[in-house]
């Protein structure tokens, strides 16, 4: 009796795993999310590094970098130029970025607030940038343990080197930057959910 119900769990538990959304095949982001109730995409990179002396398949996790170009609350006469093709075009105006930092590079999923623990900078582990014109920083979000805060591997293929997954996360203002034109003109949360990511690693070598 109790093999015939291992088994039964041990069905739901695939039936579970199986059925984790991802990406239509002909989507035209690699990234795509929720954004406080707004559809947000953009063009994500996959980031793997390698010190020098390592071999690449001892290199067990990633960065994920997300740039887009949709406009933003408050941001006045916005970008010039002024794209909107989520930044398939390199030429775009970045607007945003998304950063999540330290994802283990193996199926499953794992809190953000356990991403990098050994970063000497405090929530370091994700962030959501807005971007001003010329480059510099208008606003700034971090994660600071609100729900949700999970970042998940659905698929990793080895040979074509593409990572599928899954995101939701709440991220909190920063308000230790005195230094945000925007800081007091925009939400004070900012939530991604029905996150979903495709993208082809990209290795970097340390010098």
């Known amino acids: 009796m ?3 119900y291992g088994c039964v769990i041990f069905l739901i538990a695939c039936t579970g795993c199986a059925r984790q959304p991802s990406l239509p095949e002909k989507s035209t982001f690699n990234v795509t999310s929720v954004l406080n109730d ?7 990179k996959v980031l793997r590094i390698k010190e020098p ?9 990633f960065n994920l970098l997300v740039f887009t170009d949709i406009d933003y609350p408050a941001m006045g006469s916005g970008p010039n130029p002024n ?15 998304l950063v999540i930092y330290n994802i283990p590079l193996k199926k ?12 000497k900078l405090k929530h370091e582990y994700a962030c959501l940038s807005y971007i001003g014109n010329s480059g510099g920083l208008y606003n700034r979000y971090i994660y600071r343990g609100l729900k949700p805060g999970w970042v998940r591997i659905t698929k990793f293929d080895k040979a074509s080197g593409i990572v599928e997954g899954r995101f939701a996360i709440t991220f909190s203002q920063d308000t230790e930057h005195s ?9 004070t949360a900012a939530r991604f959910t029905n996150g979903l990511f495709r993208v082809k690693i990209t290795d970097v070598i340390l010098k």
């Not at 707004?38 to 994500?44: A, E, L, N």
């Not at 002396?53 to 996790?61: F, G, L, S």
């Not at 909107?84 to 945003?96: A, F, I, M, V």
């Open 2 to 4: 109790r093999a015939f």
């Open 38 to 44: 707004s559809v947000w995409y953009g063009t994500g």
């Open 53 to 61: 002396d390592q071999k690449i398949e001892d290199v067990r996790a």
């Open 83 to 97: 794209t909107s093709n989520g930044c398939l075009d390199p030429e775009c105006t970045r607007t945003q970025s």
């Open 108 to 119: 499953g999923r794992t809190a953000i607030s356990k991403l990098d623990k050994r970063r």
């Open 179 to 187: 230094l945000l034109p925007l800081r007091n003109s925009m939400p």
